[in-house]
């Protein structure tokens, strides 16, 4: 998969596209990355890409120009998408990232300043925010979105059913996870993980699973049972 990012900050990303396993999907050419500086489109000689907003309102707009004029640079392949990050777009999720996973080339737009010019949004696909907070920078976010596509492609993970069972996958977040020692401090392993039984083993996790994502995520709870219950009526 290839990933074109555009940005006014292009050496925020040297370290990260470096390290764990996005620099290692890099060096095995799962993973290519185009960063592109959106100040090299700028026709302003102090390669100034932000102005003050129609209408009013403090802060700065990320203007349509220099955006375009990057976004018109890439030659991309046929239905790649485009997203622009935005702390008023729409929730990124787990399931989100799974259906990007199964495109070939997804340029993403680096959210600045107040925001960015409408007219370069209309021309995305999608605009995503990672959370309900802001940002200093969509570099941040970007980097969010690409690593959490990038690892539910085949082969970026050494141990692929590592990613069946994670939080969201199915609504639930993931049980509680030990490993040695079985005490420390006073304060043990659950018995039920040592004892060998994978029938209670399973049992225990799921109950785990329910009573973590009730407690924690009400929302993604409900959301579960409903899909539990709508599920009953169809069978």
Not at 212 to 221: A, F, S
Not at 224 to 235: N, P, V
């Amino acid at each position: 998969m290839k990933f074109n990012i555009l940005t006014l900050f292009p050496d925020f990303f040297e370290s990260p596209l470096k390290s764990g396993l996005l620099g290692k999907a890099i060096e095995s050419k799962i993973l290519s990355f185009n960063i592109i500086d959106i100040r090299s489109f700028t026709k302003d000689k102090f390669k100034r890409c932000d102005d003050y907003p129609y209408g009013g309102g403090c802060g700065m707009v990320l203007m349509p120009e220099p955006v375009l004029n990057a976004m018109a640079s890439i030659k991309t392949c046929v239905g790649a998408k485009t997203i622009v990050t935005s702390a008023s777009g729409e929730l990124f999720t787990q399931q989100m990232a799974r259906e990007y996973s199964t495109e070939k080339e997804i340029t993403i737009i680096c959210g600045h300043y107040e925001g960015i010019d409408q007219r370069v949004i209309d021309c995305a696909d999608k605009e995503i925010s990672i959370g309900d907070y802001v940002l200093s920078g969509g570099e941040f976010a970007s980097l969010v979105i690409a690593d959490s596509v990038a690892r539910l492609i085949p082969g970026f993970m050494s141990n692929p059913e590592s990613v069946v069972n994670e939080s969201y996958e199915d609504e639930l977040l993931e049980h509680p996870q030990y490993t040695r020692p079985s005490e420390l401090n006073g304060i043990k392993v659950p018995d039920v993980l040592i004892n060998g039984n994978h029938a209670k083993i399973d049992e225990w996790q799921k109950q785990q699973r329910l009573s973590k994502t009730k407690r924690l995520r009400p929302d993604l709870y409900e959301k579960y049972i409903l899909k539990q219950i709508i599920g009953d009526k169809i069978l």
